[in-house]
């Protein structure tokens, strides 16, 4: 893991949004995975500015979010479709028929998510993962207990999550969904690279358990331990719990040249 520690969230997500951009350079096919709420809002700015100030040429690429609310259409305020095409999508060259998102209305969602990771397939598996991180350790919304091997599902939000987002649902607990579709940390394990964004004291225990802590289905981030590429930008409020940041400043300030992809 590579712990990359900045001094605000937006030069964390500049960080971030340099590695993809980078990766588009590299591969303008690129299958990226994506994520939603509050944490990914300053890197998908960042990929916008890119995009119209620097060319950042996204028409090649293909995307797959991580998860969608069950019940709720794309045309519904707070449905994860909504968010990604007001966010993202709407601001950028990309070619709708290369967007995926898992189907909230979809009448067998069991045929659903297998098709899901299907396509995933077809499309050679993602470049790179983004991830934000739930208080509770979940990532897209595998919550604690989930399978470390687990594929696109269904899954319930514990009353943690449900409360963490009535935010978005004018603060009322009873309108946030409580079921969702999301891709297993199984299909997110399998991305080539994995970009984890945390910021803000809420999540510096999550963040320390996932960096620090044991391998646990209990804390669903700590997986990442395993992952050959995984790196996580941080600002300091979220890294205020890591034993080791010292350790991680020296390591990203002497990096060698040439390893230098942020
Ligand atoms: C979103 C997702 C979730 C969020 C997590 C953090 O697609 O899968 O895992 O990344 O709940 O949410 P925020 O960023 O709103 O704190």
Not at 25 to 47: C, F, H, I, N
Not at 131 to 149: C, K, Q, R, V, Y
Request: charged letters at 20%; proline letters at 6%.
């Amino acid at each position: 893991m590579e712990i990359i520690i900045q001094p605000d969230a937006e030069s964390a997500s500049r960080a971030a949004a340099r590695v993809v951009a980078r990766l588009l350079r590299e591969k303008p096919d690129a299958v990226l995975g994506l994520a939603t709420g509050s944490t990914p809002l300053r890197l998908y700015q960042e990929l916008i500015r890119l995009h119209r100030e620097e060319g950042l040429d996204f028409s090649r690429v293909t995307t797959f979010n991580l998860d969608e609310y069950v019940g709720l259409g794309p045309d519904h305020p707070q449905s994860y479709h909504h968010f990604m095409w007001s966010n993202l999508f709407d601001h950028l060259n990309v070619n709708p028929a290369q967007i995926h998102i898992p189907d909230g209305l979809a009448a067998d969602i069991q045929a659903a998510c297998a098709a899901y990771e299907d396509k995933i397939v077809a499309a050679g598996g993602m470049d790179v993962q983004v991830l934000g991180i739930g208080s509770d350790g979940h990532i897209g919304f595998n919550e604690p207990t989930s399978s470390l091997a687990s594929r696109t599902r269904i899954k319930t939000l514990t009353p943690q999550t449900v409360a963490d987002n009535a935010r978005f649902f004018e603060g009322d607990e009873a309108k946030v969904p409580h079921h969702c579709i999301t891709m297993g940390i199984g299909t997110i394990m399998a991305a080539r690279c994995v970009i984890m964004l945390a910021f803000g004291s809420g999540k510096a225990d999550a963040v320390a358990a996932s960096v620090e802590g044991p391998v646990a289905a209990m804390m669903p981030a700590s997986v990442l331990q395993h992952h050959p590429v995984a790196k996580f930008f941080l600002d300091e409020a979220a890294a205020t719990k890591l034993t080791h940041a010292p350790y991680y400043r020296w390591v990203y300030d002497h990096k060698p040249g040439w390893q230098h992809d942020v």
